[in-house]
């Protein structure tokens, strides 16, 4: 059985970025093209999921990070201030958030399942972190919460990561491992 891939928001935001197509346009254009680092990296980003995919890895999307990448985008699409190049980006940040939520070998994992209580194991995990003198993102804390689960029912799981430190701090004693997204190989 193949191991799971849980991508966490940071990932998704590389996955979902607006300016990806364009930026491979552009690359296969002219490859001594200046791109900005984080732009490479989203790109680099989608063909390893490309690549996950294609050989057949599952690979999972949390609710919660769906809910962290999608909420700024519908932000700067309401937001008066938002200029018209902002909000198109914006749109097609959502519209590729979309397109990869549906995509065939990407599971959308929601907060609440049958296997396990999210929440509550979301606020054990709070607790351990807090009582061992350390902060979690709340979005971290139900991803790792759905590791867990997961994990129980007997699938193992990596959680894929841009900071693998408070995922691991959190997951180590359920022996879940968290690793950069680079670091993770079909």
Not at 129 to 156: E, F
Request: hydrophobic letters at 40%; a negative charge.
């Amino acid at each position: 059985m193949s191991t799971l891939i849980f991508l966490d928001t940071g990932v998704l935001g590389q996955l979902i970025h607006p300016d990806l197509e364009q930026i491979k346009t552009r690359l296969a254009q002219n490859a001594k093209s200046e791109v900005k680092e984080s732009i490479l990296e989203a790109s680099e980003c989608d063909d390893w999921l490309t690549t996950l995919i294609n050989e057949n890895t599952p690979v999972v999307i949390s609710e919660i990070a769906n809910y962290e990448a999608r909420r700024e985008h519908l932000r700067r699409i309401s937001d008066r201030q938002s200029g018209s190049e902002e909000k198109q980006k914006a749109i097609k940040a959502i519209q590729r958030l979309d397109a990869l939520i549906t995509k065939k070998g990407v599971t959308h994992f929601p907060v609440t399942c049958e296997e396990g209580n999210v929440m509550q194991e979301a606020a054990e995990l709070w607790a351990f972190a807090r009582n061992n003198s350390y902060a979690a993102h709340d979005a971290d804390l139900i991803i790792a919460a759905q590791a867990i689960i997961i994990k129980r029912i007997g699938i193992d799981v990596i959680i894929a990561t841009t900071d693998t430190e408070d995922f691991n701090r959190l997951l180590r004693q359920h022996h879940i491992e968290a690793r950069r997204w680079r670091d993770i190989k079909p």
